[in-house]
């Protein structure tokens, strides 16, 4: 990966929801790994980019330190102007180097790497790995994310065409001249095979509409920049495995979940008996994957992979659906950022997950829900709610997290987004919810976070909305806002 083309052509970088503390240390109880409490810890981000994974979490969790440091001085410029105005006072943002970069042994409970691995050579694999084993508490877990195969060899079509407009261009070009030649070449390539009803053809047109609706700064370092290795799950494991690291889990539960292959892929992942990295290696197979995201921890953490119900009653549930209709046979639930509508049959899944969708600001406990579903679920024992919160869980209409250790709402009266926010909202780029999700948000939304500074109440705010646009654009923006999470009331 070359410097110069971050400085060139920054990386524009996103919350990642699944990297939230509180949803690490819930994977990493629930496989019997005791990390610290995301409200006292630490954190390492590696190639952190902007800044604007890390910042939201600095500011969530004010007694915790947050270290995070990449190559690029454009970035790492920005994210600590962003820190400053921001008035964060427990991160440091250093520009350094995978290789050089050196810290107190065991020191971080919390390491992340998002985007980073598959784009940098082989070498310097050996050197982040190894970092990311020197750098975690023997209790500590690691997030980190690849391109895998065969997912990915598949894209790498992609990425051999883009690369041939970009390389005809000449070497001396800017990155968005060399997209730009890439992408011309991709429609030249794709149109000129557009007659051959072959799965080439087909091939490029799908990945060049894909293509075009995706961040351009996302399309030339990931087609553009000198490495990009995905690598197969199980050599990825291995070479971990060497610098002392065992793979926990998927960030994701969705990810390791089988039950909508059908019942002979079942029969044949049950055979496997019980080694679950070969399993993993089939998924990536089946599903043909081409990314994944990936919680580490040291070798010598003896795993939990039975499912301990103690350990999940204790975690906190959440939900991005929520209730647009129920039915006579079925429930109509909507997912709140993409608007997609899921019609599910009306039984104790879809009558669980409706009872967690009416909880808008944040995260249910197991006792509280088990109280509210009584009157809606026919089966309502503890261990049946269990059994439906796992479903909802592994099938990605759930999500966990370890409580929080105080309680994090203040008054509903005035509003209240997060300094971060309201940094991020000042600007074009995504804006980021207490959730930890990045969200492109319309002029009027912008203008609802940049107002809720919790000096102003709900109607003041839909006031001063409405001055530059109507009274019902100003509400909906509102609601759309507080439905994204972004307010602390
Ligand atoms: C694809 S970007 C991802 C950035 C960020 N993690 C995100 O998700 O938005 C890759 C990042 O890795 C950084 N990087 C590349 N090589 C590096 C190295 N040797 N040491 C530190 N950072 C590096 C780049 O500067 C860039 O910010």
New binding site residues.
């Given amino acids: 990966?070359s410097?110069s083309s971050?400085e060139e052509k920054?990386?524009?970088?996103?919350a990642?929801q699944e990297a939230e503390l509180r949803r690490l240390a819930a994977m990493a109880r629930l496989h019997g790994v005791d990390v610290a409490s995301p409200e006292k810890c630490s954190v390492l981000?590696?190639?952190?980019?902007?800044g604007?994974?890390l910042l939201p979490l600095a500011e969530r969790y004010p007694e915790s330190r947050f270290v995070g440091?990449?190559?690029?001085g454009a970035?790492i410029r920005e994210a600590q102007l962003a820190a400053s105005q921001c008035h964060l006072s427990n991160v440091t943002l250093s520009q350094?180097?995978?290789?050089g970069?050196s810290c107190e042994p065991g020191t971080f409970d919390y390491v992340?790497?998002?985007?980073?691995f598959s784009?940098?050579s082989p070498k310097?694999q050996e050197k982040?790995l190894a970092l990311c084993a020197r750098a975690l508490a023997p209790n500590g877990v690691a997030f980190m994310?690849y391109n895998v195969l065969p997912g990915w060899r598949q894209r790498g079509v992609l990425r051999d065409v883009l690369q041939t407009g970009a390389l005809a261009k000449g070497r001396g070009s800017s990155p968005d001249e060399q997209l730009e030649a890439g992408m011309e070449f991709l429609q030249l390539v794709a149109s000129a095979r557009s007659n051959e009803n072959d799965a080439y053809g087909r091939y490029l047109s799908e990945g060049m509409a894909r293509l075009s609706e995706s961040h351009s700064s996302?399309v030339f370092?990931?087609y553009l920049?000198a490495f990009n290795e995905p690598v197969l799950f199980s050599h990825f494991v291995e070479r971990a495995g060497e610098q002392g690291l065992q793979w926990m889990c998927e960030a994701k539960a969705l990810m390791m979940s089988s039950d909508d292959l059908g019942p002979k892929v079942a029969k044949y992942l049950e055979g496997l008996e019980g080694d679950i990295l070969a399993r993993e290696q089939c998924l990536d197979v089946l599903r043909n994957r081409p990314f994944r995201e990936s919680l580490l921890c040291h070798n010598a953490n003896a795993l939990q992979r039975d499912l301990k119900a103690g350990v999940f009653k204790a975690l906190e549930f959440s939900t991005d659906y929520r209730e647009q209709m129920t039915l006579p046979n079925s429930i109509v639930f909507k997912e709140i950022v993409s608007g997609r509508a899921v019609e599910t049959p009306a039984d104790d899944h879809a009558r669980l997950l409706k009872v967690l969708s009416r909880e808008h600001d944040g995260q249910m406990a197991f006792a509280e829900m088990c109280e509210r579903a009584k009157a809606e679920i026919a089966a309502n024992d503890e261990r049946a709610i269990v059994g439906l919160l796992l479903t909802l869980w592994k099938s990605g209409f759930v999500h966990c997290a370890v409580p929080a250790m105080r309680e994090e709402r203040v008054s509903g009266e005035r509003p209240q987004c997060s300094r971060v926010a309201q940094f991020q909202a000042v600007s074009e780029g995504v804006v980021t919810s207490l959730r930890h999700r990045s969200h492109d948000l319309s002029h009027q939304e912008r203008m609802c976070v940049q107002l809720a500074d919790g000096t102003r109440s709900v109607e003041q705010i839909e006031g001063e909305v409405a001055r530059v646009s109507d009274e019902v654009m100003a509400k909906a923006a509102l609601r759309r806002v507080r439905e994204l999470g972004f307010f602390t009331s």
Avoid at 45 to 50: A, Q, V
Avoid at 69 to 72: G, I, K, P, R, V
Avoid at 112 to 116: F, N, T, W
């Fill in positions: 990966m410097v971050y920054p990386y524009a970088t996103f990642l981000e590696i190639g952190c980019g902007t604007m994974n440091f990449d190559l690029s970035h350094d180097d995978i290789g970069f992340i790497c998002h985007g980073v784009w940098i310097l982040l994310s996302y370092h990931e920049e």
